[in-house]
C-alpha cells in the first residue's frame, strides 16, 4: 500500500478534496460543499463506479489552519491531520502539493524534497526562473519530482491527437479559457504541447492585459500557437485545430477523468521510482508561462527562448 500525505489548500484550489476522494473511494458530499465546491461533490457523486484506487491511500493531511486540514480530512475519509508538513516525513511514501500557489512551491516542496520522499506538485510548478533552475538541480541530482497540469491526460486531448491526421498539416490551434495566465495558462500549454507531442517552442509574446492574456507562441518546426485566457468570460476550456484540410474544436469538460488519471500517473511513477513523465517537458512549459508573464510585463515585447 502506498501511503500518500496532502498538502492545501490555496484560494479555489478543490484539489485537496478532490483528489483525496478519488484516490479513497469516499468522500463527504456535504463537507466538500461547506468548502465551497459544490460542483466538486456532483462529479464525485456521478463517478462513484470508478472511485478509489487500489494500492495507494491518502493518510495524512496538513493544512495551514487545523481546522481547514480536520475539514479536509472529513471530506476524503483521511485518517491522519499533522501539525507540520514535515511531520509526514518518515509516515508516507509520496506527498501531493496540492497547491497552485506557484510562488510557494519550492519553499513547501523543500523538506520532502530533502528528504528523498516523492512530490507531486499541483500545476504550474513555479512562477520564477530561480525556482525553475531550483527544481531542475534537484531532478538532476535524481531527486523524485513530478508536475503538471492535468489536462496532459485530458481525453479530449487523447481524441484530438488521433484526429490529427484527418486534419492535413496543421498551420494553427487556438485556445480560450477563464482566469489567469500565470496559474491557468498550464492548462492549455500543457494540452496543446502534448497533442503535439511536445515541440520546441522558439518565442513567445503576450500582446494582452492584465486580465487578459493573449499569448502567441512560436515553434521550431509547427504551427502557430494562440493562447486567450480572460478573467471576466464563461465557457469552458477549449481548443481549436486547423489544419489544410479539416479543422476541429474541442471543449474540455471531464475533469473528474483526466484528474483520476493524472493521480494514476502518478502513483505508478512512485512504484517505477521514478516519474513517467520526463522532466525537460515540463521544464520547457514553465520557460514558456514565464516567457508570457516576462512579455506582458514589457510591454508585448517578444521573448526568445533559450535553446
Not at 500557489?101 to 524534497?113: G, L, T
Not at 508536475?147 to 498539416?169: H, I, Q, V
Not at 469538460?253 to 494514476?264: E, V
Amino acid at each position: 500500500m502506498i501511503k500518500i500525505g496532502i498538502i492545501g489548500m490555496s484560494p479555489g484550489n478543490a484539489h485537496p478534496s478532490s483528489w483525496s476522494a478519488i484516490i479513497n473511494g469516499d468522500f463527504d458530499g456535504k463537507e466538500i460543499e461547506d468548502l465551497g465546491f459544490p460542483a466538486v461533490t456532483t462529479y464525485l457523486n456521478a463517478n462513484q463506479a470508478t472511485l478509489g484506487l487500489p494500492g495507494a491511500q491518502v493518510t495524512h493531511v496538513w493544512a495551514q489552519d487545523q481546522s481547514l486540514a480536520k475539514q479536509i480530512a472529513k471530506s476524503a475519509k483521511i485518517e491522519n491531520v499533522v501539525a507540520s508538513p514535515a511531520d509526514m516525513i518518515g509516515q508516507v511514501d509520496a506527498v501531493i502539493l496540492a497547491r497552485d500557489d506557484a510562488e510557494n512551491h519550492r519553499e513547501m516542496a523543500k523538506p520532502f524534497i530533502d528528504a528523498n520522499v516523492p512530490i507531486f506538485i499541483d500545476k504550474p510548478l513555479c512562477s520564477s526562473r530561480d525556482d525553475l533552475n531550483y527544481f531542475a538541480a534537484e531532478i538532476a541530482k535524481g531527486k523524485f519530482i513530478m508536475s503538471c497540469s492535468s489536462m496532459r491526460y485530458a481525453s479530449e486531448c487523447m481524441t484530438a491527437k488521433t484526429d490529427l491526421p484527418n486534419l492535413g498539416k496543421i498551420e494553427l490551434i487556438t485556445a480560450v479559457g477563464k482566469k489567469d495566465w500565470i496559474k491557468y495558462g498550464i492548462h492549455m500549454l500543457e494540452a496543446i504541447f502534448s497533442i503535439l507531442n511536445d515541440p520546441k517552442p522558439i518565442s513567445v509574446v503576450n500582446s494582452g492585459k492584465e486580465d487578459a492574456a493573449i499569448v502567441t507562441i512560436n515553434l521550431e518546426n509547427g504551427p502557430q500557437i494562440v493562447i486567450q485566457l480572460m478573467m471576466e468570460i464563461s465557457g469552458t476550456f477549449q481548443f481549436s485545430i486547423f489544419g489544410q484540410q479539416n479543422w476541429k474544436l474541442y471543449e474540455v469538460k471531464n475533469s473528474y477523468a483526466m484528474f483520476r488519471d493524472n493521480i494514476i500517473e502518478f502513483i505508478r511513477s512512485v512504484r517505477d521510482g521514478e516519474p513517467r513523465l520526463d522532466f525537460a517537458k515540463t521544464e520547457q512549459l514553465i520557460n514558456v508561462l514565464i516567457a508570457g508573464d516576462e512579455s506582458l510585463k514589457q510591454g508585448g515585447k517578444l521573448i526568445t527562448l533559450a535553446s
